[in-house]
């Protein structure tokens, strides 16, 4: 039996809407669905992503104009879809707010999300609130920054801003999903001692992670023998049918990129920038090919943001926490390698190096972690006796 339409959209959608074409049709077709109570194009993009559910829902033709929404979401409970509602709705609003980046900082985005429920109590916040929450968290220059941001006149700049690019995701683009979503893998990024609060997914609202998921990260300035063995590594993980994250960054990233994509290994690139600038540009055709289907790329910025070192650090800790261990392959004792072997320990994520010199610096950092140094053929045997670390 299907659920009253209350229980399943218990926000407050004030249109009707119709679809057509909807994501996940096998076959060109002329059709129309109508939900009530209708939620937005974009809350619905939410619901019914890229999934078998969603090609399922689009090959039925429906004489009705009520649709029984449980053939399309057997996978939600009435509580998930609850969560849904209030996701899309705070997802607008943090869009918006992106379009302040030069006022609003990550930790500041981050501290609101993580105190107005909904989000968009943020746009009614008195100075006296936002002198509490930045003030309580030393995060002062925030402060005043989201003060300008309450009293600003471009409120209706940010509004079409966040409406541009959530229509883009509606029409297949990606998503943005929050933290309370259901399809959000809270399970894995809630080990990050940095809180994700959100996270861009492209092309579709589905992150699935094959086991063994492993995390090949490694220096841009890597040796030959270094860049083999990232190979290697991903080589392996193919094999097994598990999934490759990587920073898609030059280097040993690329190499792990590259030797995955020879496999049927799921690949997961996780970018500092937004989707439409990926950094070192070179692997814009990479990142075309995994919106094409071959894989997922993530971010946490919308996809005109452009790259910064800010934005590398934070995605590290990403990488760090999606795995079930991480491999190292090549890097200096403080670099780039070192920030993401740093969050996996924080993390409780297994790391292993496999550079190819046992006296590296991250090599020893990684033994300082708690993890072991061994060669990329050593570990991949690990991983067929069914072992992380």
Same mark, same amino acid.
């Given at each position: 039996?299907?659920?009253?339409?209350?229980?399943?959209?218990?926000?407050?959608?004030?249109?009707?809407?119709?679809?057509?074409?909807?994501?996940?049709?096998?076959?060109?077709?002329?059709?129309?669905?109508?939900?009530?109570?209708?939620?937005?194009?974009?809350?619905?993009?939410?619901?019914?992503?890229?999934?078998?559910?969603?090609?399922?829902?689009?090959?039925?033709?429906?004489?009705?104009?009520?649709?029984?929404?449980?053939?399309?979401?057997?996978?939600?409970?009435?509580?998930?879809?609850?969560?849904?509602?209030?996701?899309?709705?705070?997802?607008?609003?943090?869009?918006?707010?992106?379009?302040?980046?030069?006022?609003?900082?990550?930790?500041?985005?981050?501290?609101?999300?993580?105190?107005?429920?909904?989000?968009?109590?943020?746009?009614?916040?008195?100075?006296?609130?936002?002198?509490?929450?930045?003030?309580?968290?030393?995060?002062?220059?925030?402060?005043?920054?989201?003060?300008?941001?309450?009293?600003?006149?471009?409120?209706?700049?940010?509004?079409?801003?966040?409406?541009?690019?959530?229509?883009?995701?509606?029409?297949?683009?990606?998503?943005?999903?929050?933290?309370?979503?259901?399809?959000?893998?809270?399970?894995?990024?809630?080990?990050?001692?940095?809180?994700?609060?959100?996270?861009?997914?492209?092309?579709?609202?589905?992150?699935?992670?094959?086991?063994?998921?492993?995390?090949? *990260?490694?220096?841009?300035?890597?040796?030959?023998?270094?860049?083999?063995?990232?190979?290697?590594?991903?080589?392996?993980? +193919?094999?097994?049918?598990?999934?490759? *994250?990587?920073?898609?960054?030059?280097?040993?990233?690329?190499?792990?990129?590259?030797?995955?994509?020879?496999?049927?290994?799921?690949?997961?690139?996780?970018?500092?920038? +937004?989707?439409?600038?990926?950094?070192?540009?070179?692997?814009?055709?990479?990142?075309?090919?995994?919106?094409?289907?071959?894989?997922?790329?993530?971010?946490?910025?919308?996809?005109?943001?452009?790259?910064?070192?800010?934005?590398?650090?934070?995605?590290?800790?990403?990488?760090?926490?999606?795995?079930?261990?991480?491999?190292?392959?090549?890097?200096?004792?403080?670099?780039?390698?070192?920030?993401?072997?740093?969050?996996?320990?924080?993390?409780?994520?297994?790391?292993?190096?496999?550079?190819?010199?046992?006296?590296?610096?991250?090599?020893?950092?990684?033994?300082?972690?708690?993890?072991?140094?061994?060669?990329?053929?050593?570990?991949?045997?690990?991983?067929?006796?069914?072992?992380?670390?």
């Amino acid at each position: 039996m299907p659920l009253p339409p209350s229980h399943i959209w218990m926000a407050d959608f004030s249109k009707w809407r119709t679809f057509r074409a909807m994501p996940g049709a096998r076959v060109p077709c002329r059709w129309t669905i109508m939900f009530h109570p209708a939620p937005s194009f974009a809350a619905m993009r939410q619901v019914l992503p890229n999934t078998e559910a969603g090609s399922h829902l689009a090959t039925r033709k429906k004489r009705s104009k009520k649709l029984d929404l449980s053939l399309a979401l057997p996978m939600f409970t009435a509580a998930d879809l609850h969560n849904i509602g209030e996701a899309a709705e705070d997802a607008n609003t943090l869009m918006a707010m992106f379009y302040f980046r030069k006022i609003l900082d990550h930790q500041a985005l981050s501290l609101c999300v993580q105190h107005f429920r909904p989000l968009s109590r943020f746009f009614e916040a008195t100075e006296r609130e936002l002198k509490y929450i930045f003030a309580r968290d030393r995060h002062l220059r925030g402060y005043v920054d989201a003060h300008q941001l309450v009293s600003h006149t471009q409120r209706s700049a940010a509004s079409r801003y966040a409406e541009r690019h959530l229509n883009a995701f509606a029409e297949g683009l990606g998503s943005l999903l929050m933290h309370n979503h259901p399809a959000f893998p809270r399970m894995r990024l809630e080990r990050s001692r940095l809180p994700v609060d959100w996270l861009f997914i492209h092309p579709t609202t589905a992150l699935r992670l094959s086991r063994p998921t492993v995390a090949i *990260v490694g220096s841009r300035q890597s040796s030959k023998r270094q860049l083999d063995a990232a190979r290697d590594v991903a080589e392996g993980v +193919g094999a097994l049918g598990g999934t490759v *994250v990587t920073g898609l960054a030059t280097g040993a990233d690329g190499a792990a990129h590259e030797a995955a994509r020879s496999t049927e290994a799921s690949i997961v690139a996780v970018l500092g920038s +937004g989707v439409a600038k990926p950094y070192p540009s070179e692997h814009a055709k990479w990142v075309k090919e995994l919106l094409e289907g071959r894989g997922t790329v993530l971010s946490e910025v919308p996809p005109d943001y452009a790259p910064n070192q800010d934005g590398f650090v934070l995605r590290n800790r990403i990488v760090a926490a999606l795995a079930d261990v991480v491999v190292a392959v090549s890097g200096k004792y403080a670099s780039g390698t070192a920030h993401t072997i740093r969050f996996a320990c924080d993390a409780s994520v297994p790391v292993v190096s496999v550079d190819p010199d046992p006296a590296s610096g991250i090599s020893a950092l990684v033994r300082e972690c708690g993890g072991y140094v061994s060669s990329p053929s050593d570990f991949v045997r690990q991983l067929e006796r069914g072992e992380d670390a």
